[in-house]
């Protein structure tokens, strides 16, 4: 009777779980920590003190009335730069996902690579120059770094789309673009969806910091009562930008759901 061979031992997983512990300890070591220091007299003191600022907030009329202006801009520039992404997004993945050509695929990865690579707030400080203050380059910075987040997770959700009823449908007759939109976009639809309001939520908080360099928004005012110690409104701001966030979140939330039943 035979013994039945042992499986071969693969080193990969404990050779990378060595790798990446001394990555942490590396950066324990070379990294001036000072985790006492949050915990003195002075810094508690400190903290204290610019907290006690922000109390109590702003509720006068007027200015609850220009923060809920502000919180509408903010929201409209995540919901059109969305959108934007989107569209930008599902162009780029059909060729992204090797629809055209492998040559095509690299070239338009690659772009992906770049659009996402670039931070909002660099896309914002080119735009700004380009189109002046206000929430447009705001809406293009957002709509743009997110085109190519979306375009990457879209395509790879079409190469990983089921390609037999695409190729059922071809084998009826059906044309080579007629086939993708009626078999294998549906299969992704759900899934794109879920990306796309996730980046929506991320889009909310990102469109409140580019207001820091002149999107407008939030940000904006937030950056203006900060710039003059005027903690009392910068503390209506933070509290219009968290209500903000929970809104979306909570709809974004509501909307997976259904997505997912």
Known sequence: MTMPTPPARHWSGPVFGLLLAALVIASFASLPLHFGAFFTLDAVNSVGEFLGGFAPPELGPGFLTKTAIAT????????????????????????????????????????????RSIPELVWASVLLIAAGLGPFPGTLALGAHTAGVLGRLFADALENATPLPEQSLRTNGASPMAA?????????????????????ENNIRAAAILGVVGAGGLGQMLKFHLSLFQMSKAATVILAMLLLVALVDAVSFGLRRLLTR
């Open 180 to 200: 993708f939109f009626y078999a294998t976009l549906p299969q992704t639809l759900p899934q794109m969806l879920s990306y796309t309001l996730y980046r929506w």
């Open 72 to 115: 509408a801009e903010t929201l409209a520039m995540s919901a059109l730069g969305t959108l934007l992404a989107v569209v930008a997004g599902l162009a780029l993945a059909i060729p992204a996902a090797g629809r055209f050509g492998r040559p095509l695929r690299a070239g338009v990865r690659v772009l992906l690579n770049v659009l």
